[in-house]
């Protein structure tokens, strides 16, 4: 089966802009979480989406922000780029949060 | 303070050597734990989930021990192969009135021939 897939696989962006991700889960499965990983911070999760709905939420601030759609699709937006936005983004897909959620190749974005 | 410590920072291994990963962790209420393997450049890919009352977890090569008590992991992996090199991630579920993952910073693996 198809697995998760990431759209664009890279961007560069310039401060201040902002950048919308998506993501295409593996049919079937219902939860998307994001992440972002950086050298320095290591995996650190975003949010998570079920039907549609932002179940769960990281640390982040409120210029990052996510909805799924009906097709649990789901998208990204960071707006008002900072530079330390520079970053993997990884979305991974699952049938409920507490089974085996499946990564996709991740989008890296660079600000400049 | 839920934390998830990983060590070694980095490992260097001979090709056909076993290896073994530690994984301590501070998180309660624990609900399972996760071992993930990442090449660089890739999402990260799962190799076991392991709730509270589960011991040990095998794929393939790769063996993965839960000591709840001591809140300790190890993910042991057998005859090591050059594909083997890749960072492995330890990721443990907290969940009270929801669910937080907490990563840890990873293991460094690099199988030389």
């Known amino acids: 089966k198809a697995g998760v897939t990431q759209t664009p696989r890279y961007l560069i962006k310039t401060r201040g802009q902002q950048v919308t991700l998506s993501c295409s889960p593996i049919?079937?499965?219902?939860?998307v979480s994001w992440y972002q990983q950086t050298p320095g911070q290591g995996l650190q999760f975003l949010f998570e989406y079920f039907s549609e709905t932002q179940r769960n939420k990281g640390n982040f601030p409120g210029r990052f922000s996510g909805r799924q759609f009906s097709n649990s699709r789901s998208e990204m937006n960071v707006s008002t780029l900072e530079l330390g936005d520079s970053a993997l983004y990884l979305c991974?897909?699952?049938?409920?949060?507490?089974?085996?959620?499946?990564f996709g190749q991740g989008t890296r974005l660079t600000v400049v | 303070k839920n934390q998830v410590e990983q060590s070694p920072q980095s490992l260097i291994i001979l090709e056909g050597k076993n290896c073994t990963l530690q994984?301590?962790?501070?998180?309660?209420?624990?609900?399972?734990l996760r071992w993930y393997k990442q090449d660089t450049g890739r999402g990260p890919v799962s190799l076991t989930i392991m709730t509270f009352s589960e011991n040990t977890k095998s794929n393939g090569r790769y063996t993965a021990t839960l000591d709840a008590d001591t809140k300790q992991s190890s993910l042991h992996i057998t005859a090591s192969q050059l594909s083997d090199s890749a960072s492995y991630i330890c990721v443990v579920t907290l969940m009270d009135s929801s669910y937080k993952l907490i990563f840890g910073s990873g293991t460094r693996l690099l199988v030389r021939p």
């Open positions: 994984c301590n962790y501070t998180v309660s209420p624990f609900s399972n």
């Open positions: 991974a897909s699952s049938l409920d949060w507490n089974t085996e959620a499946f």
């Open positions: 049919s079937g499965h219902r939860s």
